[in-house]
Each structure stands twice: as C-alpha cells, then as structure tokens.
C-alpha cells in the first residue's frame, strides 16, 4: 500500500467515524457564510438600508468566529488524541513525525475543505431565507432576493484558512512532543478516576450549592430597593456573577459526585446494572470536565438569558408602545394637533379627540414610598410629577383633598413602589397643599413627554387650578396641553399613520405615533433577537456536539466493560436502560443548571425591557431545550451501536 491509498483509506475511515464534525462544520460554515452575506446586504446598510444594522451584524460576526474556532480547536484536539494509537504505529513501522504530520495534513485539507464548501454552498442557498426571516422579524417591508456576495465568500475563506492553520500548528505540535509509548497511552489517561470520595470533594460540593443559592438569593433582590446606591448595585451584579460561576465551577467539581454518592449510599450496596452504568460513570468522570462544563452552562445561560430579555422586549413592543403613547397618536403642540386634523377631515377618516391641560409639580411623597429612595441622585421630598384634573378623565371622582396617581408599569413599580395610601405634599410655586394619596393605576393618560417614566397625579379642579396659577416656571414643560387622537374605523389606522409621517410638525419630538413607536422597537429588537438567536444557535451546536465527542470518548474507553457484561448475560435492552439515564444526567445536568442560571438572571430585571415576561421566557427555553435534546438522543443511539459491537 503506497502512501496515497493510506491517506484515502483513512480519509474515508473518518468521514464515517467523525460525521457528526463534519456536520458541524458545514453547519458552521453554512452559518457563518449566511451571517456575514446579511452584513453586505443594501437591507442593512447603514444610511440606505431600511435595518439599521450592519454594523451589529459585523459585530456578531467576531463573536460568531470565536465560537466556531474554539469548537473547531476543541473537537480537533479530541480526535487527534483518538488517532494516537494510530500515529504510534506509524512509527513504529518506521515513518518519521513529518511524514506522519503530512498524511494527516492531507486527510484534513479534504476532509475540512470539502466540508466548508459544501457548508457554503448550502448558506449560499439558504441566504435568501435568512433575509426573509429578518424582515418578518422586523417587520420590515421588502423583497428578499438571492444574490451571491463574493466579499463574504472571501470572508469566510479567510477566516475558516486561519482556522486549519491553527488546527495544524495544533497537530505538528501534538505529534512533535509525544513520545511513541506516550501516544499508546493518551486516550487511557485523559479521564481522571477517583474511587473514594474526599472529605475536601465534599466540603467542595456543598460549598459549590452555596455560591449558587448566594447568587440566586442577590439577583432576586437585584431591583427591589435593597441596593439604593450605584455603588451597591455594582458591587451586588459583580457578585451575583462570581458567586454563580464559581460555584457552577465547584458544583461540577464535587456537588454532582457528593449528591450521586448519597444517592448510592441510600441503595446500601446493592447497585443495579443501571446504577453502575449511570451514577457511577457520571462520578468519576463529571470531575475532570468541569472546567468545560462550566463554561458551557455559563454560555448557555448568557445566550437563553439574552435571547428571553431581547424576546421580552419584541413581544412587549405594542403594549409597551401603548404605555408611552396611549392614544393613537399623541400631540403635544396644539398647532401641530390642528394641522395633523386638518389632513384627516381632507381625507375623510373620522377620529376621537382628547385634551388634557397638565402641569408639573413637586411632590413629598416620602410617607407613601415603600422603599427609602434617598440618594443624591434622588429627593423624594420633591419629586416631579406631571398634574392633571380629574375634569380631563373620565370616570374619575376625586374629592379636594385626595390625590390619585395613574399609569404604572412593572418597571415602575421594581424602581418606586408606592403604599396603597398616605399623605403626600404637592408643592407649587410658593403654596404647599397636603393631599392624601389614594392609590396608583396602571392606566396611561398622558404621553412619555409629560411623564419621564412617572405617574401622573390626578387632583380635584380646584386643586388643579389653585396650583396652575402658583406653577413654578422652571419645572414646567414647553408644551401644557396634551392632544391624544383616536382613530374612529381601524381599518383606516394605516392610512392615518401615512398622513402623519407626510405632516411637517413643528418638533417631531413632541408628537408620536403608537403604530411608530411599536415598529420601531420590533425593529431594533427584533434586529438583536436575530443576532442573540443566531449566536446562541451556533454555541447550542457546538457546544451539543463537544457534548456528544466526549461521549463518542467514553463509550469507545468503556466498551470492553459493555463486552463483559453482555458475556455474563445482560441483554442489549438492559444495558440501553442504564446508558439512557446516563445521558440524561450527562446532557440534562448542564442544561437544568444553565437555565436556572437564566432564569434568575431574567427574573432580576425582565421589567426593564418589557411588559410580559412568562410567555416569551417559557417558550425560549422549551425551544432551547429541544434543540439541546437532539444532542443526547445522538449519544444514545451511539452507544447503542457500540452496545451492538461490543460482542
């Protein structure tokens, strides 16, 4: 056999062995060439394009390459470490270690480069869907079309180049240091096995729960009033990430080994076939992996934590939009207000109209606030609150000396919450008037530009006027009158949204349009949920496939004890139980952790980029978690194959 047969034997030898790499390197290559074609796409062109995006997609495109290369880096050094037997008996039939780095050059220059073709040519068939998806996420009108960017092409050929030298520099190196009687040994020893469980395992195990519960405990007391400083809260998140990284580090070092072997001291020594294949294993080999362990429940929680808060945001849009504007179009000019009606009785679209006189005043509100928010930042003494009358709201009766604050969201509430009652003080110029608070309602009556984020206070009349004359001038806004206009048919909604982005306003910031505002924010986060979806797709692939190479490794170092076993009669279908319940701890444990590590994070703070949290949460992480799934279904259908060999 000469030496070319010997590298096409072996290249075909490893497509059949390593499919699942090969897979993720299409995958990568598909996604990557998709990913970086949307970056030169006229869509997302900074001054012309309808997504103001290219310059996020650019920079999701770093983040892409660093995923898929240390994958890459990662899985080549678990398959070169599978060949060493194969590279020691190379030499010892007397090839030197530049002949053998050749041969494996060669076999990896067509496995990897016939991979990253085809991985191109199938992103280059599915850019069009990935620009189409875009736009429905965005909501953006436009025709996706299928065109061939040669800039990303050269891209990809750059980046995925620099990748196989490295992976080469990785293997001259492996083949340079090993000895031939160390290569015969390197896939016994890269798992470390400990029988006898250490008082310090222990210590370690329960310490690593601690960290962890430490962390959750912070994050939920994150944005509750606790920490009422910038300093406080800065010190409580870097905190919250240390105590939950290490300890997902320490859990994975001693907590899995110390809870498996209280679970197999309950058994008292009788251990079935399932507990030997499962628990076992996964004590004596969870341990060594827990450095990458961790960091692959660490990524995955950042990517499903983003992923939910992004989603949050997307789904909230409209009834967000509804907080800040809560009319269809809010106009807080009164000759813009007369001039956006003038064009709606030209085109015949009836409408409802409401105004609100409003004025600012300085509120005590120290007595009804449940947290002490003192700061210097902050004078709870004299807040500032917009004030209307309760002639301007229907339905409400309010007598002279009580106040009624109206339009609160989550957020608001996490940030301020108020008591149910109180005395509060509303100031004006000079007077003071002691009012008592009666409650707070969610309902918006006023836009975002009298608000700034807070509720307005609704007085009696007399109340109203006495503190309208003694307004204070320097707190007041340059507008006082509030126009809220609805729209009689939403049938004609769309059209009146045209006529109101065609009117030149005096100051487009002092009117909004809901349809506008809820677009705008599906756009902008619609645009990073893509971005966050797409990054965490590529990390759940590779990091499912690392995953499941470990696993390729272990059954291949455990399948003489598979072969013993099926020798003393254990059928194919006992042993598959055990294997099953291994790969749920395996492939489950991870992914438990990573989305409580999520789920946390988004509890601390979803109110700050929306209004529904379950919902979008909830199907995020089912979405996630069937995807990761598929990982470990692969593993077990491995292992039933080497089950099927194993005698």
């Known amino acids: 056999m000469n030496i070319n047969q010997l590298i096409f034997r072996n290249f075909k030898k490893n497509v059949k062995n390593y499919y699942l790499y090969v897979f993720a390197l299409m995958f ?11 970056q030169y796409d006229p869509a997302l062109d900074a001054t012309k394009g309808s997504i103001k995006g290219g310059a996020a997609v650019r920079a999701a495109s770093v983040l892409l390459v660093a995923i898929v290369s240390i994958f890459l880096l990662y899985a080549n050094t678990i398959f070169i470490k599978r060949r060493s037997k194969e590279i020691g008996l190379f030499q010892l039939i007397g090839m030197t270690k530049t002949r053998i780095f050749r041969i494996l050059t060669v076999e990896n220059f067509m496995l990897y480069f016939a991979s990253l073709i085809v991985g191109i040519l199938i992103g280059f068939s599915f850019s069009k869907a990935v620009i189409m998806i875009l736009f429905k996420i965005t909501d953006t009108k436009g025709i996706a079309k299928l065109h061939f960017s040669e800039e990303a092409l050269i891209q990809t050929l750059i980046v995925f180049g620099v990748i196989y030298l490295l992976i080469m520099t990785m293997n001259y190196l492996f083949i340079k240091r090993q000895t031939i009687l160390a290569l015969f040994r390197v896939t016994s020893s890269t798992e470390g096995k400990t029988k006898k469980i250490s008082i310090l395992e222990i210590i370690i195990g329960i310490l690593g729960i601690i960290f962890i519960a430490s962390g959750y405990y912070i994050s939920a007391k994150l944005f509750d009033g606790s920490f009422t400083s910038m300093n406080a809260l800065s010190i409580a ?3 919250i990430l240390a105590s939950v990284i290490l300890g997902t580090y320490l859990f994975y070092k001693g907590s899995v080994r110390f809870l498996l072997n209280l679970m197999r001291k309950s058994k008292k020594g009788y251990l079935s076939i399932n507990d030997v294949l499962s628990l076992s294993s996964i004590m004596f080999r969870m341990k060594s992996n827990a450095l990458l362990l961790t960091v692959i429940t660490t990524v995955s929680a950042l990517a499903i ?13 409209e009834k967000s939009a509804g907080d800040y504007v809560p009319n269809d179009f809010a106009i807080n000019n009164s000759k813009d207000a007369a001039s956006f009606k003038a064009a709606l009785d030209r085109k015949k679209i009836a409408y409802t109209e409401k105004k609100i006189d409003v004025i600012q005043v300085k509120a005590n509100v120290k007595n009804i606030l449940e947290n002490d928010l003192e700061s210097p930042m902050v004078d709870s003494s004299a807040m500032i609150f917009p004030m209307v009358s309760e002639t301007s709201v229907s339905g409400v009766t309010i007598a002279q000396n009580e106040t009624l604050f109206t339009g609160s969201n989550d957020m608001l509430q996490q940030a301020m919450a ?11 110029k000079k007077k003071v008037i002691p009012q008592k608070f009666i409650g707070l309602n969610r ?3 006023l836009s975002t530009y009298f ?34 206009i609805d729209i009689s048919n939403e049938d004609n909604l769309p059209k009146a949204n045209e ?14 349009s809901r349809i506008e505002m809820a677009v705008s924010q599906k756009q902008n986060m619609g645009l990073i949920m893509f971005i966050v979806a797409f990054l965490g797709l590529a990390f759940l692939i590779t990091s499912g496939c690392i995953l499941y190479f470990k696993q390729m490794d272990e059954s291949e170092d455990e399948k003489p004890n598979y072969t013993i076993l099926r020798k003393l009669g254990f059928t194919e279908k006992d042993l598959l139980k055990g294997i099953k319940i291994k790969q749920l701890f395996n492939f489950g444990i991870p992914l438990v952790i990573g989305l409580l590590h999520s ?9 700050l980029f929306g209004t529904e949290v379950w919902t979008p949460m909830i199907i995020v992480m089912i979405v996630y978690t069937a995807l990761y799934s598929i990982f470990g279904i692969l593993s077990v259908l491995y292992y039933k194959k080497i089950i099927k060999e194993a005698l």
């Open 305 to 317: 934590g983003f992923l939910c808060l992004s989603y949050i945001s997307y789904y909230s849009a």
């Open 499 to 512: 006529l109101f982005g065609e009117i030149k306003f005096s100051d487009d910031s002092l009117n909004n």
């Open 28 to 38: 990568s290559a598909a996604l990557y060439f998709a990913f970086v074609t949307l």
């Open 451 to 484: 608000t700034s984020g807070m509720p307005a206070a609704i007085v009696d009349d007399h109340v109203f006027n006495e503190l309208k004359k003694d307004a204070d001038p320097s707190i007041q806004k340059e507008s006082s009158v509030y126009t809220g």
């Open 599 to 607: 789920y946390f994070a988004v509890q601390s703070g979803w109110f």
């Open 443 to 445: 309902k918006f009556i």
């Open 418 to 428: 108020f008591k149910d009652s109180g005395q509060i003080e509303l100031k004006g």
């Open 237 to 239: 998140m870097v905190s």
